[in-house]
């Protein structure tokens, strides 16, 4: 990913994918998974899942994985950001 607002939109177009979410704009980098989107354990998977199947470079590892990374799309970007940054 060459920058946070093309990552932004990539977890964005995820989501709105997998939610049927019609309008981006609904979404921010504020937008909680669970409270605003209702992603359960299941969903949260899945939509990880694709992340890794979308933003090159990617890989989820468990062993840092925590819950607070995937409380809001932000979180998310800083979570992806920080694996890249490893992997590079």
């Known amino acids: 990913m060459s920058n946070n607002v093309e ?3 990539t977890i964005k177009n995820i989501l709105a994918k ?3 979410i019609e309008s981006l704009d609904e979404l921010n980098e504020s937008t909680s ?3 605003d989107l209702g992603l359960d354990s299941m969903a949260t998977l899945t939509f990880l899942m694709s992340l890794e ?3 090159d470079n ?8 925590e819950g607070h990374h995937v409380e809001t799309i932000g979180s998310i970007c800083d979570y992806v950001n920080a694996r890249l940054e490893e992997t590079a």
């Open 7 to 9: 990552l932004i939109v």
């Open 58 to 65: 990617f890989t989820i590892d468990a062993n840092t994985l």
């Open 53 to 55: 199947d979308n933003v």
């Open 18 to 20: 997998e939610l049927n």
């Open 33 to 35: 998974l669970r409270d």
